[in-house]
């Protein structure tokens, strides 16, 4: 059986387009059937290319998040995805929707959590110094990024990077990373939700 994921945006999308790319492959486990955003983003282009269905639930057009989380989960309970992608997603869920689809919501974020959470991870870093950061993919909980992390990489920070460069350096590690950990959520290799046992 595949696996169905709804990704959600709020960006350019290039992670969501290297997981339609995987999932093009006919022997890939997991299917996108609708792409979410929170406002026009421009990676909603990448769902009109592949021909897959798409919804935006502006931000502005609510009076509250819990008003606005509920009109998203609406949308996204009328495609009953499998898996729930936050792929830049750039607005935290209330409490209400992390609990319709925990634990199968996931979130790609570009640090080695749990350092550098929250909206800049990438500036963050840089700011602090570090000679390394990372990508990391993680269960969704009602934190912001401190869910259990399926998958994470280390990625070097060079000297003189600015934010713009030092992210483009690790999102190829994110979709590396992302795109394995849905394979394998697909294949049952990874369970949600189960605590890996410490012995
Ligand atoms: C990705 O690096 C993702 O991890 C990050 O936004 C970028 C989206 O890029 N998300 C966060 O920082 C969430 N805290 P994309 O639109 O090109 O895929």
Excluded: C, Y
């Excluded at 792409?35 to 909603?44: P, Q, T, V």
């Excluded at 830049?88 to 992390?98: H, I, K």
């Excluded at 110094?129 to 990625?155: K, M, N």
């Excluded at 070097?156 to 990077?161: L, Q």
């Amino acid at each position: 059986m595949v696996l169905t994921v709804a990704v959600l945006i709020s960006g350019t999308g290039s992670n969501l387009r290297a997981l339609l790319d995987a999932a093009a492959d006919p022997g890939f486990p997991a299917r996108v059937i609708v792409i979410g955003a929170d406002r026009e983003a421009d990676g909603l282009a990448h769902a009109e290319a592949f021909g897959i269905p798409s919804f935006v639930v502006p931000w502005e057009a609510f009076d509250s998040r819990e008003a606005w989380g509920a009109e998203l989960d609406a949308q996204l309970k009328v495609w009953q995805p499998d898996l729930v992608v936050l792929s830049g997603l750039m607005r935290l869920l209330p409490r209400e929707v992390v609990a319709a689809w925990s634990p199968n919501i996931i979130n790609t974020h570009p640090a080695f959590l749990p350092e550098f959470p929250g909206a800049h991870g990438v500036r963050d870093a840089l700011a602090a110094g570090v000679s390394e950061t990372g990508a990391s993919v993680i269960v969704v909980d009602d934190g912001v990024d401190s869910g259990p992390i399926l998958a994470q990489e280390r990625v070097p920070v060079h000297p003189g990077d600015t934010e713009a460069a030092l992210h483009e350096r690790i999102k190829p590690v994110e979709r590396r990373l992302l795109i394995d950990v849905v394979r394998r959520i697909a294949e049952s290799e990874l369970v949600l939700g189960v605590r890996p046992d410490p012995n």
